[in-house]
């Protein structure tokens, strides 16, 4: 894929953003697969999880909403760690986060926090990474404690981050499992992104030893 065959239609011409997309090799027994080009018939014995992909071109951007309540903070990176271990039941989120939290492609403007008043530990946080070769942002994660989900909380995270990409991405891609209980394209496309396009992620069952 070249940057031009991405640039003319990205959610449709990767699953993952440009710079991903760039050094991604997949392991055996995976394969990922456009929507309209899959054929269940043609994978048996293999799991489809789906995910989709979103872009935002960046015009018409809505300003954030903060709850009351709640307030912007500037936290350090060992607190976002701790705040996706917690949103995603992980023991630790230090791996997840190791190439996104040190240069070049760490950023402190793209890692945003809402905390309630007065405390140091986010309510909702959003992490997001600017590729200058293309101008192409993209939000890595976007999450919300359970006790504060339902509050417009992740809304204002994604708003915030996009407003910050703001003179430096022409466009911002997300992208997501399609069928996750909490709907995150909903949320993506409230604040404005569109263009969806599905992608099949298919992992090949292992076949169990037979017993003699």
């Given at each position: ?48 999880e ?29 607190a ?18 190791s ?25 909702a ?49 997300v ?13 993506y496309?409230?604040a ?21």
């Amino acid at each position: 894929m070249t940057k031009e065959e991405y640039l003319a239609s990205p959610t449709r011409a990767s699953s993952l953003s440009y710079r991903k997309s760039r050094s991604l090799v997949l392991p055996e027994g995976i394969r990922v697969v456009p929507d309209r080009l899959f054929r269940a018939d043609e994978y048996p014995g293999w799991e489809d999880e789906i995910y989709f992909r979103l872009i935002h071109r960046m015009e018409n951007l809505d300003s954030p909403v903060i709850p009351p309540g709640f307030e912007l903070r500037l936290l350090p990176p060992e607190a976002f760690r701790r705040h996706i271990a917690l949103c995603y039941g992980m023991k630790d989120a230090e791996a997840a986060l190791s190439e996104i939290s040190r240069p070049p492609l760490y950023d402190p403007a793209f890692w945003v926090a809402l905390c309630p008043a007065g405390s140091g530990e986010p309510a909702a946080s959003g992490i997001a990474v600017l590729d200058p070769g293309i101008r192409e942002g993209s939000l890595e994660w976007i999450q919300v404690s359970p006790a504060f989900r339902r509050r417009g909380l992740g809304k204002a995270v994604v708003l915030i981050l996009l407003g910050r990409f703001s003179g430096r991405a022409s466009f911002v891609t997300v992208s997501g499992r399609e069928n996750s209980v909490f709907r995150p394209s909903l949320l993506y496309e409230s604040a404005g992104f569109r263009e969806k396009a599905l992608w099949h992620v298919l992992r090949e069952k292992k076949q169990k030893a037979s017993r003699e």
